[in-house]
């Protein structure tokens, strides 16, 4: 199920074992209060944790028998095990029957934060599995929204759908900006605000300096890219910027792949997959071939030392504005 599902899964009851996996942190922490707040009494009791890296062979049977323990004076207990990814076959030996037979009492929670190697822990039909992964952009907007109205403030629907990009729909830092805006204490939150009061992530910001470029918006380009120089010293890293988004922009319009395998393989949030498409088809093949291996040459020479930072980080700027 989808972390937003879980509330209503709760309200019809524990569901045994849950599996909390995906790279958002915020669904994963929230989604594990969840369970302890509906189902946990005298945590200071009932409630145990492990190191799922300590967890292999022989040491399983510690958890095995901290799951058959009963709890005291209450009707649950619950056990939380983090980034355990044990091997099938120490999941056959050692954790398919106590798994198949976990206790009534008893509520295991599994929380990663992506699948690893090893067993298939969410496809296995004893455990509930929670994806955690990234929310889209129109379930973000639609959170802080929510949020905010809860608080007696009003946005509009554009406001909060920046807040999700400007946070590329990281709940943990959207979670953040939201609270940041109602404390400012202001009863109304335009699009201005948002922008004055909300940091956009680093590459929301390379987002909108390549943006600029598709559009011809050279003076926009320059600005933004002042903007990143004055933030960071460190023109290594806006050059290693560039050239990863040009390259992910190569693979996306070379691919074949969906929008969903794609943001696995290349580590981007889903919603990003789908506009950085609309982009590379702006940009053509041809011109993300020549700008990925002029910038890979610009970084490559700035780390073996025949460019400097300022040098490399010039010449890419060069790059793109020129060709």
């Known amino acids: 199920m989808k972390y937003t599902e879980l509330k209503k899964d709760i309200a019809e009851g524990d569901r045994r074992i849950y599996l909390f996996e995906g790279e958002d942190a915020y669904f994963r922490t929230h989604g594990e209060e969840q369970v302890r707040r509906a189902f946990l009494s005298m945590p200071e009791l009932n409630f145990s944790s492990f190191e799922g890296s300590l967890l292999k062979g022989r040491a399983l049977s510690d958890l095995t028998s901290a799951m058959s323990a009963y709890p005291f004076m209450a009707e649950k207990r619950m056990i939380r095990v983090g980034e355990f990814y044990p091997s099938e076959a120490d999941y056959e030996k050692y954790l398919k029957m106590a798994f198949e037979n976990c206790p009534p009492t008893t509520i295991l929670v599994i929380v990663n934060q992506g699948a690893g190697k090893g067993a298939r822990l969410r496809s296995k039909k004893c455990i509930t599995y929670v994806d955690c992964s990234r929310a889209d952009e129109e379930t973000v ?163 073996s030392g025949r460019l400097s930072p300022d040098g490399a980080f010039y010449c890419a700027l060069a790059e793109v504005l020129f060709g």
């Open 141 to 303: 907007a639609r959170w802080a929204y929510a949020t905010l109205r809860r608080a007696g403030i009003s946005a509009d629907a554009q406001a909060c759908a920046n807040i999700a990009a400007y946070c590329l729909c990281n709940m943990a830092r959207v979670e953040g900006e939201v609270q940041k805006i109602i404390e400012y204490g202001k009863p109304a939150i335009t699009v201005a605000d948002v922008d004055a009061l909300v940091y956009k992530d680093s590459d929301y910001r390379i987002y909108e300096l390549t943006d600029a470029i598709a559009c011809k918006n050279y003076s926009r380009f320059c600005t933004i890219c002042g903007e990143l120089s004055a933030r960071s010293s460190d023109r290594t890293s806006l050059v290693s910027a560039l050239h990863r988004y040009f390259k992910n922009l190569l693979v996306i319009l070379s691919s074949g792949e969906d929008a969903k395998t794609l943001s696995s393989r290349l580590g981007m949030p889903e919603f990003a997959v789908r506009k950085s498409a609309g982009r590379a088809r702006a940009f053509g093949r041809e011109k993300l071939l020549a700008y990925t291996s002029a910038l890979y040459d610009f970084s490559a020479r700035m780390r």
